[in-house]
């Protein structure tokens, strides 16, 4: 009982007093629950989220120096062990022929101009021979001071050892950069091949540009946790053993210094050591952010507060007044706006929806209205057409049994003609009942003219089945004959199909000014100057917009001395669907 009477009270709530109990739920118990958040733990977040960035920034350095040190491995076993360039060496080295061993020489370099260009990575490159303490093939000028016995040692292995961080021996370039030593599989000399890291490859290492970065100060560590490079060699001096490289500390305090370690996969690791002072500045940073947002947060809850019912149930009672006068076209038209842009433009919308639909009832009243005018218009036009049928069907007998051939062909095609005029009411008929019709009206017109002219009718064949209304052809070729053809004129009638149906009229005859072509086309006094079938051209167009809507398109292009085109672009209909 309790449940269900708790139930039918929050039934009975008013919408509004729901927004303003949503509000109190989910606005304003969090944000006092966030007020109540100590010190301690937004310290620790901050500590954690700043310890965990320095990590991942270690993790990402450690990962990308692992990835240059392995392409340095990579090229210094290709040019040490590759048996094209070891061979080059050493027939270089035995050739006394100075022509012959310039060759060898130039092959030898033109193969390490495109390992280093495949390789945009790498940096200066060159061949090392240790007794004559000499290089060759280099790449890039090569300092004059160059010795390989001065260069920091960040680790030896069995077959190669790497330098750095150091100053490049490259003459253009005074980045640090990691270089690395290999020995050269030959045998008649100690050869080694000497190759550094490119121009930006550390850059991001010692060249930060992150605020919290470029405070901080870089160690590196060889396997044995001795410090191969120092930005801060008063306290953590070169050659010497970094304090926590024994433990497995990732992170820790030392003097006045916070320090995070990273260890690559090969053993050695990275060091980033801040200022403490550094550290509470950003944890300030943080402070202050926070607080920001917290005077932020509380100005828009009130803010909410104040202008909820204006924002939210305002707004949805005057949607809700719109949509019940949808149905009523007798309401006056409201124009009363929120001051809400979103919402008066949904308003908008609402109101212009409604004063469409009700626009379509109209347009639809009236297409029917018109609809039934054309059916009124069309059986005007077959005045008595049984009868005459009749008359004309036994003027054909009498013809054909006096032998009048002429008579006879001249009644049939119009007593077709009239047959296909008789059609039901309103029905639809195809385009090649539509080219039938127009032949036999062409063949009365040949008989009663005194003039010659030429119809040429081209139709696609996959068009012949389609659906279109009666009589949109024949009034269009009658008035070329009429107004346009003379003695040895012609029309060319072309259907095509592709996405619509394309239907085009063309005539050579004298043409038609624009004022004439407005005047046929619109002027209702035409209509009572009816010749030939008495169809004209305004019955095609009202018959083409009852039957397809906006959907068909009808023009005529006409220029005085140069004939008429007449163009139209129906739907494509498979059957009697009009």
């Known amino acids: 009982m309790n449940f269900k009477f708790i139930v039918n009270r929050y039934r009975r709530i008013t919408f509004k007093k729901r927004i303003i109990a949503i509000f109190i739920l989910s606005v304003l118990i969090p944000f006092i629950c966030l007020g109540w958040i100590s010190l301690y733990t937004i310290n620790s977040i901050l500590t954690n989220k700043v310890g965990s960035s320095i990590q991942s920034n270690l993790k990402q350095e450690i990962l990308g120096l692992e990835n ?5 491995n990579h090229v210094s076993q290709q040019l040490a062990f590759g048996v094209g360039n070891n061979r080059l060496l050493e027939l270089m080295y035995y050739e006394n022929d100075p022509f012959i061993k310039s060759r060898y020489r130039n092959d030898l370099k033109s193969d390490l101009n495109v390992l280093t260009f495949s ?10 021979f240790e007794n004559k303490q000499e290089y060759d093939f280099e790449n890039f000028p090569v300092r004059e001071n160059f010795n390989t016995n001065e260069l920091p040692i960040m680790e030896t292995y069995p077959e190669i050892t790497y330098y750095g961080p150091h100053k490049s021996n490259n003459r253009s370039n005074n980045n640090l950069v990691f270089s690395t030593m290999r020995k050269v599989n030959v045998s008649h000399d100690n050869i080694y091949v000497y190759i550094e890291t490119g121009f930006n490859t550390t850059k991001s290492i010692f060249e ?8 901080r100060q870089l160690l590196i560590l060889n396997n044995e946790g001795k410090i191969t490079y120092s930005q801060n060699e008063a306290l953590f001096p070169v050659n010497s053993v970094f304090p926590f490289s024994g433990g497995k500390e990732s992170s820790g305090i030392f003097e006045q210094y916070i320090w995070h370690k990273e260890v690559s996969n090969q053993g050695w690791s990275i060091v980033s050591i801040f200022p403490k002072g550094d550290m509470n500045l950003e944890k ?5 952010q926070i607080s920001i947002f917290f005077l932020i947060f509380g100005i828009a809850v009130i803010i909410i507060g104040t202008f909820l019912s204006r924002m939210v149930y305002k707004p949805l009672e005057k949607f809700n007044l719109e949509i019940k006068t949808l149905i009523n076209s007798n309401v006056k038209n409201n124009t009363d706006l929120i001051n809400i842009p979103e919402f008066d433009y949904l308003l908008f919308k609402t109101r212009e ?3 469409k639909i009700w626009e379509l009832y109209g347009q639809i009243e009236q297409k029917e209205k018109r609809r039934a005018d054309l059916e009124v218009e069309k059986l005007l036009y077959q005045i008595n057409p049984h009868f005459l049928m009749n008359t004309l ?17 001249l009644v049939l095609s119009l007593n077709k003609l009239l047959q296909y005029n008789l059609g039901k009411m309103g029905d639809a008929t195809t385009i090649g009942g539509e080219i039938e019709a127009l032949k036999e009206y062409l063949q009365l017109q040949r008989i009663r003219y005194d003039f010659q002219f030429d119809v040429d009718i081209d139709v696609d064949d996959d068009a012949m089945s389609l659906a279109i209304p ?14 346009g053809v003379s003695d040895e004129g012609y029309i060319h009638v072309d259907i095509r199909l592709g996405d619509m149906l394309n239907i085009t009229i063309q005539d050579n005859g004298s043409g038609m000014s624009e004022q004439k072509l407005d005047q046929l086309l619109h002027d209702d006094s035409m209509d009572s100057q009816k010749v030939g079938m008495g169809i004209g051209m305004k019955y095609v167009i009202r018959i083409l917009e009852a039957s397809y809507g906006d959907q068909a398109t009808f023009n005529i292009k006409s220029e005085i001395g140069k004939g008429t085109i007449v163009s139209m672009f129906l739907p494509v209909y498979r059957g009697d669907k009009l």
């Open 353 to 355: 929806m409604k004063k």
């Open 284 to 288: 300030n940073q943080w402070y202050i």
């Open 393 to 409: 069907d036994t003027v054909h007998w009498l013809a054909m049994m006096n032998g009048q051939k002429d008579i006879d062909k």
């Open 208 to 215: 930060p540009e992150d605020d919290i970065k470029k405070s």
């Open 470 to 483: 009666r009589f949109i052809l024949q009034p269009i070729v009658e008035n070329a004959l009429y107004h």
């Open 119 to 128: 390789n945009p990575n790498l940096g200066l490159t060159f061949y090392y």
């Open 68 to 72: 240059t040190l392995n392409n340095l």
